[in-house]
């Protein structure tokens, strides 16, 4: 959402602002863009379930990495080049899939958190006045959870956010905040996760490669040679390792319904698109999948056999 030529240049005035002031000034750049983008999901989805994750991958995405463009950021941003240089710099991490991202930015930065929010809310409220027979109930999902601490704190910004949003257009909308479960140890504490997520969706992707503990865009280089002496029989960022990586599904799934027995479970990432992934999410209770749209036949397949073969 944040790649194209005038919302690039918004981003980039945020990461290299010096004070809260200037990030929201440059955030409320972006917001009827973003309240545009979810406006068109209502829309489309004509009243069915939204589920929006906020702001995750790490800010160095977004930093200019040609000369010509580092210089219209300068002069844009009324710093010199080697200030902008500097600022890029910083923003360098060894392992960025594991660093500065997801809930992190919001706890860092919660200005960005109540952005979205007011995005979220207020597109809601204007597509449900226009379609009042649509039921509007925007998920908001949180990323990158790993400590209970975490959600409740951007919770709580979007909470007092979305209620001020929804008391001023004086709106009966309601919504949920849920996260996802994509670090080792917030499977491991999903009875605690629970007490403040409504929903979870398993970030299965990122779960993979903290417990294999590999990188999937590295892990090329040699899953070769595992397969050819078969310590490993398929990739396991294309097929869900049920051994290890379901087992923390699995309990997570039973941890969070014994907290809350009402808990929205789901999976979001490309194992979703995999039958045999599909099958063991069905098994352990998830009520829906999420992957990229080339996937979706697959994965309504996939679940329809679950269906029958379970039944």
């Known amino acids: 959402m944040f790649f194209e030529a005038d919302r690039i240049a918004a981003i980039r005035e945020m990461i290299c602002s010096d004070t809260v002031e200037q990030r929201e000034a440059a955030l409320a750049k972006i917001l009827p863009m973003q309240q545009s983008d979810f406006e068109k999901l209502y829309e489309a989805l004509e009243g069915n379930p939204v589920t929006i994750r906020f702001l995750d991958p790490p800010l160095h995405e977004f ?22 240089k ?47 027979n649509w039921n509007i109930e925007p998920e908001i999902m949180i990323p990158l959870i790993g400590e209970i601490k975490e959600l409740k704190y951007v919770k709580d910004v979007v909470v007092k956010t979305a209620d001020e949003e929804i008391k001023s257009a004086g709106s009966d909308l309601h919504y949920k905040v849920g996260t996802m479960i994509e670090i080792p140890r917030a499977a491991l504490t999903a009875d605690e996760i629970a007490k403040e997520a409504e929903f979870f969706s398993f970030g299965t992707n990122d779960l993979t490669q903290m417990t294999f503990g590999f990188s999937r865009d590295d ?28 087992k923390l599904v699995k309990m997570a799934c039973e941890l969070g319904r014994a907290t809350r027995p009402d808990i929205k479970l789901g999976i979001c990432g490309e194992h979703g698109g995999d039958p045999s992934s599909v099958e063991f999410c069905h098994k352990v209770g998830l009520s829906y999948v999420s992957c990229s749209p080339f996937r979706v036949p697959i994965a309504r397949l996939a679940a329809a056999q679950a269906a029958i073969r379970n039944a």
Not at 63 to 84: H, M, R, S, Y
Not at 219 to 246: C, M, N
């Open 63 to 84: 930093v200019p990495t040609e000369e010509k463009d580092i210089e219209l950021l300068a002069k844009t941003q009324g710093k010199t080049v080697a200030e902008i």
């Open 86 to 132: 500097d600022i890029i710099a910083s923003l360098h991490e060894f392992n960025p899939m594991m660093g500065h991202r997801g809930c992190r930015l919001a706890v860092t930065y919660p200005e960005i958190a109540v952005m979205q929010t007011r995005a979220v809310i207020r597109a809601a409220i204007d597509v449900k006045k226009a379609h009042p």
């Open 219 to 246: 892990a090329g280089k040699f899953l070769g040679a595992y397969y050819d002496k078969k310590i490993y029989e398929s990739d396991p960022f294309a097929r869900l390792d049920q051994t290890g990586v379901g």
